[in-house]
């Protein structure tokens, strides 16, 4: 797992600089993050509300395991 968020990591300015000096996307990089990180807000909070439910109340010692798994998700 922390491999894999090192690796994502690093290729951020890869990807910045691919979206930097393409012409249709400069614009979204700059001014269009507020989707981005209201859709990954949502996301996380829909996410952690089903595995409670699912998880949770089926087996609840099993499910402090999986707290916050959902932040490890890479977009």
């Not at 990089?29 to 109340?57: E, F, H, K, N």
């Amino acid at each position: 797992m922390l491999l894999l968020l090192s690796c994502s990591l690093m290729l951020i300015p890869l990807w910045w600089y691919i979206s930097h000096h393409n012409e249709y996307t400069n614009d979204v990089l700059y001014t269009g993050w507020t989707p981005i990180i209201g859709a990954m807000i949502i996301s996380r909070q829909v996410s952690d509300l089903m595995m409670d439910i699912s998880i949770g109340v089926s087996v609840k010692g099993v499910a402090s395991l999986f707290f916050g798994v959902s932040w490890w998700q890479v977009l």
